[in-house]
């Protein structure tokens, strides 16, 4: 299928999603007219909208514009994520529409270009917009479509016609990823996660494998250091290794904090680089800065621009973003929503910030997901010093009995836990200085972050 063929209008069933905009904004860019469905307002809606594109609230049939009505020219794109029983997604379904999953979409624009593809059950957004803007900032270039509002660049979709290079993200979620032909995959993690699609780990991996079976035949697969599957892969892909510190393909030596940013040398199979700057703060983001790095060297980007490049990047909205950076109070809010990514995240905090104390404040993501690792993210939150938890934010699912907070809660031991929910979270956050506070989670606290911004702003003068 050719996307450009016959396709004037594309309806997005979920288009506020981040993954969702990035693909609106490309057929907006190809001047395409571009509407579709979101559940509630975001900050990204009100983007889109502000772009030129339409957004209704409600899934009624009787909301879908004439011009987006006739099958024959208009592609209907949709999430996973939407629930079956969506009555616009039922209605073009039944009157004959393309209907097509966001993955399928990526796959079909993509399949002409040179993709580059960010995999990982966590690391996927900081590593492909770090490698984004290293391919920008060098004679390679690249198209990208982003899970992340990039700060250099301030969205999420970036358009290169002349670049034969897409970076993207290869999502996990429904299997989506394995829609996508790369040239050159990078897998930073695999955990267990999304096991309301997957089960067990065990089938997680064996998807990993299957991606990485996609690679085209002389291209390459970088993986993290320490994953450990039996990768199947086509003739003449070429298998590095990454890590932080540890000795591999790519690493890291010589890491030093130097007002408040890390410096340090990489290891590569072509030689050592050195006199890099990691552009933002956390040891987990000098991790991801060598994935990201060893992507463009890879393809083409040289040492000489990946050195200028480097400190310049800015970071991404809601990946370790720290808000206030006052001698007395820190305020960073992230998109942790994992076990092992609050795990490295609050590592991080502590390493920038030794003997000062933390507080938390999480807002859990699904009810299978709080049910399946209830354990681990108590572990994980243990290291604070305080945290409020917030209740479940459901997405895509419906409550299950039995599950909610307090079933991560009760397992945090020695520290203090206050429940708290969306409404009320501000209020409950009274905390002394000196101090560090972390917000995280992928639901809807984004939309408390201002607030809470606010509110330790204020608590900043008291003092």
Same mark, same amino acid.
């Given at each position: 299928?050719? #996307?450009?063929?016959?396709?004037?209008?594309?309806?997005?069933?979920?288009?506020?999603?981040?993954?969702? &905009?990035?693909?609106?904004?490309?057929?907006?860019?190809?001047?395409?007219?571009?509407?579709?469905?979101?559940?509630?307002?975001?900050?990204?809606?009100?983007?889109?909208?502000?772009?030129?594109?339409?957004?209704?609230?409600?899934?009624?049939?009787?909301?879908?514009?004439?011009?987006?009505?006739?099958?024959?020219?208009?592609?209907?794109?949709?999430?996973?994520?939407?629930?079956? %029983?969506?009555?616009?997604?039922?209605?073009?379904?039944?009157?004959?529409?393309?209907?097509?999953?966001?993955?399928?979409?990526?796959?079909?624009?993509?399949?002409? &270009?040179? @993709?580059?593809?960010?995999?990982?059950?966590?690391?996927?957004?900081?590593? %492909?917009?770090?490698?984004?803007?290293?391919?920008?900032? %060098?004679?390679?270039?690249?198209?990208?479509?982003?899970?992340?509002?990039?700060?250099?660049?301030?969205?999420? !979709?970036?358009? *290169?016609?002349?670049?034969?290079?897409?970076? #993207?993200?290869?999502?996990?979620?429904?299997?989506?990823?394995?829609?996508?032909?790369?040239?050159?995959?990078?897998?930073?993690?695999?955990?267990?996660?999304?096991?309301?699609?997957?089960?067990?780990?065990?089938?997680?991996?064996?998807? !990993?494998?299957?991606?990485?079976?996609?690679?085209?035949?002389?291209?390459?697969?970088?993986?993290?250091?320490?994953?450990?599957?039996?990768?199947?892969?086509?003739?003449?892909?070429?298998?590095?290794?990454?890590?932080?510190?540890?000795?591999?393909?790519?690493?890291?030596?010589?890491?030093?904090?130097?007002?408040?940013?890390?410096?340090?040398?990489?290891?590569?199979?072509?030689?050592?680089?050195?006199?890099?700057?990691?552009?933002?703060?956390?040891?987990?983001?000098?991790?991801?800065?060598?994935?990201?790095?060893?992507?463009?060297?890879?393809?083409?980007?040289?040492?000489?621009?990946?050195?200028?490049?480097?400190?310049?990047?800015?970071?991404?909205?809601?990946?370790?973003?720290?808000?206030?950076?006052?001698?007395?109070?820190?305020?960073?809010?992230?998109?942790?929503?994992?076990?092992?990514?609050?795990?490295?995240?609050?590592?991080?905090?502590?390493?920038?910030?030794?003997?000062?104390?933390?507080?938390?404040?999480?807002?859990?993501?699904?009810?299978?997901?709080?049910?399946?690792?209830?354990?681990?993210?108590?572990?994980?939150? &243990?290291?604070?010093?305080?945290?409020?938890?917030?209740?479940?934010?459901? @997405?895509?699912?419906?409550?299950?009995?039995?599950?909610?907070?307090?079933?991560?809660?009760?397992?945090?031991?020695?520290? %203090?836990?206050?429940?708290?929910?969306?409404? *009320?979270?501000?209020?409950? #956050?009274?905390?002394?200085?000196?101090?560090?506070?972390?917000?995280?989670?992928?639901?809807?606290?984004?939309?408390?972050?201002?607030?809470?911004?606010?509110?330790?702003?204020?608590?900043?003068?008291?003092?």
């Amino acid at each position: 299928m050719n #996307l450009a063929d016959n396709i004037k209008q594309v309806w997005f069933i979920g288009i506020g999603g981040i993954g969702m &905009s990035a693909v609106a904004r490309y057929f907006h860019l190809k001047g395409m007219r571009v509407a579709g469905y979101d559940r509630t307002p975001s900050v990204i809606t009100d983007a889109i909208e502000s772009e030129g594109m339409e957004v209704c609230f409600s899934d009624g049939v009787e909301l879908i514009g004439d011009d987006f009505r006739d099958g024959s020219t208009t592609l209907v794109v949709f999430t996973p994520a939407v629930e079956a %029983s969506h009555r616009q997604l039922i209605w073009f379904r039944e009157h004959g529409f393309t209907v097509l999953k966001r993955s399928e979409v990526l796959g079909l624009i993509t399949q002409n &270009s040179t @993709a580059v593809c960010v995999a990982g059950t966590h690391g996927k957004t900081t590593i %492909s917009t770090m490698a984004t803007h290293l391919f920008r900032q %060098s004679g390679v270039g690249c198209t990208a479509f982003l899970g992340g509002i990039s700060r250099n660049y301030r969205t999420n !979709f970036l358009w *290169d016609e002349k670049s034969p290079f897409t970076i #993207l993200e290869a999502d996990e979620f429904d299997r989506s990823f394995l829609r996508l032909t790369p040239q050159t995959a990078i897998v930073s993690a695999i955990d267990a996660d999304h096991l309301d699609i997957y089960g067990n780990k065990d089938e997680v991996e064996k998807a !990993f494998v299957e991606f990485g079976n996609r690679i085209a035949e002389n291209g390459n697969l970088l993986i993290k250091k320490g994953i450990d599957v039996n990768w199947k892969l086509n003739n003449g892909v070429r298998m590095f290794t990454y890590s932080l510190n540890q000795t591999a393909d790519f690493y890291a030596k010589d890491v030093q904090l130097q007002n408040g940013r890390y410096c340090f040398n990489m290891v590569t199979p072509f030689g050592e680089i050195e006199g890099l700057t990691c552009g933002i703060p956390g040891l987990v983001n000098v991790e991801n800065a060598i994935g990201a790095m060893a992507l463009a060297l890879l393809n083409g980007v040289d040492e000489e621009e990946i050195r200028k490049a480097l400190p310049t990047f800015t970071g991404i909205a809601r990946r370790f973003d720290v808000l206030i950076n006052q001698p007395q109070l820190v305020y960073i809010d992230d998109y942790a929503h994992h076990p092992e990514e609050i795990r490295a995240t609050l590592s991080s905090v502590k390493n920038l910030y030794p003997g000062v104390p933390v507080t938390g404040i999480f807002q859990p993501h699904l009810f299978t997901r709080t049910r399946d690792f209830a354990e681990e993210f108590a572990a994980s939150l &243990s290291v604070l010093d305080e945290v409020l938890l917030m209740d479940i934010y459901p @997405a895509r699912e419906n409550p299950i009995e039995g599950v909610d907070s307090q079933m991560i809660g009760e397992k945090i031991k020695n520290i %203090s836990v206050i429940y708290c929910n969306r409404t *009320d979270v501000v209020e409950k #956050l009274n905390i002394t200085t000196p101090r560090v506070v972390i917000s995280m989670g992928a639901g809807d606290i984004d939309r408390e972050v201002n607030r809470l911004k606010d509110k330790i702003e204020q608590l900043i003068k008291q003092k």
